[in-house]
Nanobody, 114 residues
Framework: VQLQASGGGLVQAGGSLRLSCLASGNIFSISDMGWYRQAPGKQREKVALIGSGGLTDYADSMKGRFTISRDNDKKTVDLQMNSLKPEDTAVYYC?????????WGHGTLVTVSS
């Protein structure tokens, strides 16, 4: 499984960005996909997860601001980020989980200026 993330960049506080991740390879129909992030000097943390049936799970600090969605036909998972804050600055990673294990993509940098 290969994951390619895109959509990062520089945005002012209060702005929005949309990240997208394309999965390729042997993708199982029953799987979870999600986004994590890692800020400088901090551990990687969960942002949001979505199951193949659409069930979502958000980190508390992202609820109401971020929305995760997936398209099973296109094998993509998107993260719409609104009301961005400087503390949202991080490298964002998408991941894919099925019964074989967890796969990670290369990160995409999101920088939120104050």
């Amino acid at each position: 499984v290969q994951l390619q993330a895109s959509g990062g960049g520089l945005v002012q506080a209060g702005g929005s960005l949309r990240l997208s991740c394309l999965a390729s390879g042997n993708i199982f129909s029953i799987s979870d996909m999600g986004w994590y992030r890692q800020a400088p000097g901090k551990q990687r943390e969960k942002v949001a997860l979505i199951g193949s049936g659409g069930l979502t799970d958000y980190a508390d600090s992202m609820k109401g601001r971020f929305t995760i969605s997936r398209d099973n036909d296109k094998k993509t998972v998107d993260l719409q980020m609104n009301s961005l804050k400087p503390e949202d600055t991080a490298v964002y990673y998408c991941n894919y989980i099925d019964r074989r294990g967890t796969y990670w993509g290369h990160g995409t940098l999101v920088t939120v200026s104050s």
